[in-house]
Nanobody, 124 residues
Framework: QVQLVESGGGLVQAGGSLRLSCAASERTFSSYTLAWFRQAPVKERDFVAAIHWMSGSTIHADSVKGRFTISRDNAKNTVYLQMNTLKPEDTGAYSC?????????????????WGQGTQVTVSS
């Protein structure tokens, strides 16, 4: 049983940076995969990035490669999303999710636990 709480969202100008944090309420086991998804207004929920807790292996959506980086801090039970060179199309509600089993996935329905989300708005 995992509770996830996101923070770090806000309003930023295009080209700027933000770092999102996702804190877990208790220890995250090594088998877990944690991920970030986002959903823009009137758009479907899209995969952003994922990380396997134990190995540190990561995947990123093509749309954010070279700009966004997912990482983790074992001691703090926290996963981060560093977002650089932000674009207006990055605007959306960003949610942290945890999958207790299997390999890294880009599919939202494979994640069991979800945070409440944090809003990111990028202005031009």
């Amino acid at each position: 049983q995992v509770q996830l709480v996101e923070s770090g969202g806000g309003l930023v100008q295009a080209g700027g940076s933000l770092r999102l944090s996702c804190a877990a309420s208790e220890r995250t086991f090594s088998s877990y995969t944690l991920a970030w998804f986002r959903q823009a207004p009137v758009k479907e929920r899209d995969f952003v990035a994922a990380i396997h807790w134990m190995s540190g292996s990561t995947i990123h959506a093509d749309s954010v490669k070279g700009r966004f980086t997912i990482s983790r801090d074992n001691a703090k039970n926290t996963v981060y999303l560093q977002m650089n060179t932000l674009k207006p199309e990055d605007t959306g509600a960003y949610s942290c999710a945890a999958n207790p089993y299997g390999t890294i996935s880009r599919e939202y329905w494979q994640y069991r636990y979800w945070g409440q989300g944090t809003q990111v708005t990028v202005s031009s």
